[in-house]
C-alpha cells in the first residue's frame, strides 16, 4: 500500500494550533461562541462513526473560520488601509499556490481603488472568495496540518472529547429525530461500533505500540505477550464518542482497570531519542 503523504507547509501552522488547545484548555472563556460549535442541536455532527476528516478537522476549520472573520472585521483592516500591500486571507492563499483573485482585482472590477476600499469592501471580498473562490480548499488544508500537530496530543484530544460528551450525555432518546436513533444504545450513550483498521494504525503509530497509561509495549512486534486494546479515551458510557481522536492505546490491564471512567490520559511520550 502506498503511504498516504500530505504536504506540510507550516503557514501559522503553530499559531492556529496553540489557540485551538488555548480554547480547549479554558472553554468556558470563549464558550459563547463556541456554542455555534458545541450548541445543542450540534449533536448531529457527532454522532456518525469515525469519519476521516476528524471532528477535530472540523473543529480547526471552525476555530481559523472565526478568527478570519474577526480579523477581517477589525484589525487587519486597519492595517491594510494603512498600507499593508495584502490582506492575510491574500497570503495565505499565496502560500497554499491556490489561485485566487486579488483584492486589487477584485477592486478594480468594482472600479474602486485602495484607497476606496473600506471595511466593507473587505469583508464582500472576503465572502466572494467563501462562496466562489477557493476558501474552503485553503479551510483543509490548514485543518490537515494543525490536526497533525495536534493528534499527537493526547490530552488536547481528550478536553476536545470532553466538551463533546456533554453534547451526547444529554440526549434522550424519545428528543432524536428518528435517523439519528439507530446510532444510541440507549439515552446519553452512542452505539460500539467496530473500530476500522485505518483508525487502528493511526493510533497504534501515534502511540508507537505502548500503552497510553503504563508505557508497556503492546505492539505484539517486541513482546509477543500482549496486544493492545483500542480504548475510548472518554468512555462511550459517559458521552464519548467514535471518532479518531477518542482513541487510544491501553494494555489489557490498564483498560481493566479503566473501565468506563473517565481517567486523565497520559502525558508521558517516548523520546525521539
Ligand atoms: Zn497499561
Known amino acids: 500500500m502506498r503511504p ?3 504536504e506540510i507547509r507550516y503557514f501559522e501552522t503553530y499559531y492556529f494550533a496553540n489557540i485551538v488547545n488555548n480554547i480547549l484548555n479554558d472553554p468556558f472563556e470563549y464558550l459563547r461562541s463556541l456554542n455555534d460549535f458545541f450548541g445543542d442541536e450540534n449533536y448531529v455532527n457527532f454522532i ?3 469519519p476521516k476528516v476528524s471532528r477535530l478537522h472540523d473543529f480547526i476549520s471552525f476555530i481559523i473560520d472565526s478568527i478570519n472573520y474577526d480579523d477581517t472585521k477589525e484589525a487587519e483592516n486597519e492595517s491594510f488601509l494603512n498600507g499593508k500591500r495584502k490582506l492575510w486571507i491574500e497570503l495565505a492563499l499565496e502560500h497554499y499556490e491556490l489561485e485566487y483573485d486579488s483584492f486589487q482585482d477584485w477592486l478594480k472590477e468594482k472600479d474602486k481603488n485602495i484607497s476606496q476600499a473600506i471595511d466593507d469592501d473587505i469583508a464582500d471580498y472576503f465572502r466572494d472568495l467563501m ?3 477557493p476558501y474552503e480548499e485553503l479551510l483543509e488544508k490548514m485543518s490537515e496540518e494543525i490536526f497533525f500537530i495536534l493528534f499527537l496530543n493526547r490530552q488536547t484530544l481528550q478536553r476536545f472529547n470532553q466538551l463533546i460528551s456533554h453534547q451526547i450525555q444529554d440526549k434522550e432518546l424519545d428528543e432524536l429525530n428518528q435517523e439519528d436513533l439507530p446510532y444510541f444504545r440507549k439515552n446519553g450513550v452512542l452505539k460500539r461500533v467496530n473500530i476500522p ?6 493510533v497504534l503509530h501515534r502511540d508507537r505500540g505502548m500503552c497510553a497509561s503504563c ?8 513482546s509477543i505477550g500482549e496486544i493492545g486494546n483500542f ?9 464519548g464518542i467514535n471518532d479518531v481522536t477518542n482513541i487510544q492505546l491501553l494494555c489489557e490491564n ?3 482497570t479503566k473501565q468506563a471512567k473517565n481517567i486523565p490520559t497520559s502525558i508521558k511520550y517516548e523520546k525521539w531519542y
Do not use: M, T
Open 4 to 6: 498516504n503523504i500530505s
Open 48 to 50: 456518525e462513526p469515525f
Open 131 to 133: 462562496f466562489y473562490g
Open 197 to 202: 483498521k485505518w483508525v487502528q494504525r493511526a
Open 215 to 222: 508505557n508497556k509495549d503492546v505492539s505484539g512486534q517486541i
Open 231 to 239: 480504548d475510548h479515551i472518554i468512555p462511550l458510557a459517559i458521552g
Open 254 to 256: 490498564c483498560n481493566k
